[in-house]
């Protein structure tokens, strides 16, 4: 068994309560965490070497340290959780089952940007966690957690929950800003950046769900002992919520060691390919990120084993390599089609565009279009070409990196698939009566019983 | 108070100096020519415009003295700051142009091309865009985005469907009139401007999204096919208005005042604001007091017809046509590159498609 540091408790009935909740530990970093400086426990969260889990996996300590603070000018945490990604569903979980655990690591945050009004935006497809959420706020707040003073120490804090509208852009960072004021959720061009100007003009740090989760550990263990779990820069454990075809689908919490072989097969994690298929592909952090064959998916161009973590996923670049991304782990069976799966993630793309810039906008559209007439067996060569192309002049040249997450997984899906893209061109009856590609990408292994 | 410091800036290998806080694009505006990027949302009038339409990226080779590495990304020169010893490549770069031919095709595979009926046709940025940038065919073979026609009131209509969703004209609600009643509706090529529930746009001041319209979205329904712009003749004219400062260009067409627009600067951005009242109710020469002819900026198919600095085109038609003889004019598919033009054309029953232009399938057999 790998070691648990957010879910460890999970399974403990009750545990969504504050008694239940406060009798295992619960808030006891709080506790500590105030009789620190809010200097110190940026410090302490630096040493974690934690990653944003939102998908970028930008050091939080390094986030939290560029917060500008002006005098008399109110800072705002905000807690993302539009959690949107095709593929990610573990904030979820977290919400879902140890809200305190979320609430406690917002007011250690809190007290450690300085933010007296932090915010958790929530999907609002999401409708029945504000609820939970809420009601923990409400427990919380109830035994001097939070509202004014809180322990003593001169500190006030409120948490507010704020519903989204379903708008994937609403997970940008900007684009949560413009929806928390009210607004159109654009987002906005940067500079000038959060941190300087955020939620009305004040300086605001935006986190994941999973990434403020993580503060309790690191408050209650230490930011040294933390950064001991996993390797290299990946630190700490991860939350993977993996799906697709695999015998055990589901939200798991892995420290950083293991291979991806390990988490597919392994009876712990995803338990092997549903239904004594083998294994095609992969996409292993959430819809954005560049689908990867599986055979560099196991191992990475160079023959080594690929790990869960940032630095192996991403080996490689995106010639060879992946991202680990939100941790959204989708798993393909030979008998998925490369081409209709990369359609249905154009469509996704283009539904959720905001259509800020003329690239996203119109080349989600575009991509869309062409990928559906090559699915339903009506494309040419020329249009894989055109793909390519068209892809090209989306990635880099938008204003937010909602462009680029449309355009990787056409570009991977080409780079890596491409004779799956022709066999559609050249068997146009066929890829319309059986719709799947070609197989042989399959992972050779036997299937494990 | 405090001067501010001049920032040295090198775009396309010419150096200039700007005041700090000037950004790429109006530092180029002042060495003026090739040099200057397009700009489709930019409005330097207008506050926040920009960053949009990405037609003004730019590659910045050198982030500034102190810190002269590159910016990995093209960046959108409207919207960025020149920094001292920045080097900027517009022209000058590959990557730009290329992206740039790569907006311009973005923003036309769903325009619906039809300058023939339409009133922008002569002073259209879009259409100037295309002819600088744009490629000769078009490689996007679905039908288009449609939208309907609507009547914001009894002045401006709207036709959405030519619309490049700039946001210049929700910049003007916001900021010259006390309630916004357009926006911007749903997203992503779904988007639309809208009033949600038909509502007429009523501001004294709202007529002025016609001219910063950089297409024919937004047009003035007084002057709605009146008549083509580059036969209309505009001379500085003004009034004593309560309103504004009552200075505009009048269109004319002998004696008659066909349109009333602001005064437009070389960039096409409107000089002065003017009230709805001298755009749409004062068509009466006697109205005003004329004070010149207007001097037509570069970019314009109007001072062709009438004023100094005529060129001619320096292409031929044959030159243009390079050796190919078309059926018609019309054929398209003739010019185009990706279309092979080996294919004969007049042997496909209806429009062609694109697999008309792929190598021969296999026969089926049909014994
Ligand atoms: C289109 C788009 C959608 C995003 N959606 C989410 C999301 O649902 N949840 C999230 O935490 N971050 C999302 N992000 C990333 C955020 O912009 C931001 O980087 C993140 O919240 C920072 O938190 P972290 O540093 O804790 O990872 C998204 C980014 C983009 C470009
Ligand atoms: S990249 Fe797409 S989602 Fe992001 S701002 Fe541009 S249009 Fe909107
Ligand atoms: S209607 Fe015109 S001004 Fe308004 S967004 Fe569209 S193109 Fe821009
Ligand atoms: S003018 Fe700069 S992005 Fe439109």
Known sequence: MGVKLLLDKAHIEGIRYYDTYRKNGGYTSVEKALKMSPEAIVEEVKKSGLRGRGGAGFPTGMKWSFIAKPEGVPRHLV??????????????????????????????????????????????????????????????????????????????????????????????????????????????????????????????????????????????????????????????????????????????????????????????????????????????????????????????????????????????????????????????????????????????????????????????????????????????????????????????????????????????????????????????????????????????????? | MAETPLFKVTIDNITIEVPAGTTILNAARQIGGDVTPPAMCYYSKLKNSGGKCRTCLVEVAAGSTADPRPMPKLVASCRTNVMDGMIVKNITSERVQDARAGVVEFLLINHPLDCPVCDQAGECHLQDLSYEHGAEGTRFEFSKRIFKKHDLGPYIQLHMTRCILCYRCVFVADQLTNKRVHGVLDRGDHAEIATHIEKALDNDFIGNVIDVCPVGALTDKTFRFKNRVWFTKPVNASCNCSKCSGKVHLWMRGDEVLRVTARKDEWGEVEDWICNECRFERKDIKDWTIEGPVKVNRHSVISQGHYVGLKKPNETFSKVMNGRNPRLLMDIHSVSEVNKPGVNLAAIKGPAHSTDFDPPKKEISNE
């Open chain 1, 79 to 449: 807690c993302n959780a539009d959690e949107s990604e095709p593929g990610t569903f573990k904030d979820r979980y977290l919400m879902e089952f140890l809200p305190h655990l979320l609430i406690e690591g917002l007011i250690v945050s809190s007290y450690a940007l300085g933010s007296n009004a932090t915010y958790i935006y929530i999907r609002g497809e999401y409708a029945w966690i504000p609820d939970i959420l809420e009601q923990a706020i409400a427990e919380a707040k109830a035994n001097g957690w939070l509202g004014k003073n809180i322990l003593n120490s001169g500190f006030d804090c409120e948490i507010y929950v704020q519903r989204g509208a379903g708008a994937y852009i609403c997970g940008e960072e900007t684009a949560l800003i413009e929806s928390l004021e009210g607004k159109r959720g654009n987002p906005r061009i940067k500079p000038p950046f959060p941190a300087v100007k955020g939620v009305w003009e004040r300086p605001t740090v935006v986190n994941n769900v999973e990434t403020l989760a993580a503060v309790v550990p690191i408050m209650n263990m230490g930011g040294e002992e933390y950064a001991k779990i996993g390797v290299g820069r990946s630190t700490g454990t991860k939350l993977i919520s993996a799906c697709g075809n695999i015998n055990k689908p589901g939200v798991y919490e892995i420290d950083m060691t293991i291979s991806v072989e390990e988490f597919i097969y392994s009876e712990e994690y995803c338990g092997g390919i549903a239904n004594g298929k083998r294994l095609k592909a992969c996409i292993p952090g959430g819809s954005s990120v560049p689908v990867l064959p599986a055979n560099l998916l196991l191992k990475t161009a160079k023959g080594e084993t690929r790990y869960m973590n940032y630095e192996s996923l991403s080996d490689g670049g995106f010639a060879t390599g992946s991202m680990m991304g939100s941790g959204g782990f989708i798993v393909y069976d030979e008998d998925q089609c490369i081409v209709k799966n990369t359609y249905t993630l154009a469509r996704f793309y283009r539904h959720e565009s905001c259509g800020q810039c003329s690239p996203c906008r119109e080349g989600t559209g575009w991509m869309e279009k062409i990928l559906k007439k090559i699915d339903t067996g009506k494309g040419s060569h020329s249009d894989i070409d055109l793909l390519w192309d068209i892809q090209r002049k989306i990635e880099g040249n938008t204003i937010c990196p909602l462009g680029d997450a449309a355009a990787w997984p056409v570009a991977a899906a080409i780079r890596h698939f491409r004779d799956e893209f022709e066999w559609h061109v050249n068997n146009p009856e066929e890829c319309l009566r059986r719709n799947y590609g070609l197989a042989h990408y399959a992972d050779e292994r036997a299937v494990i019983a």
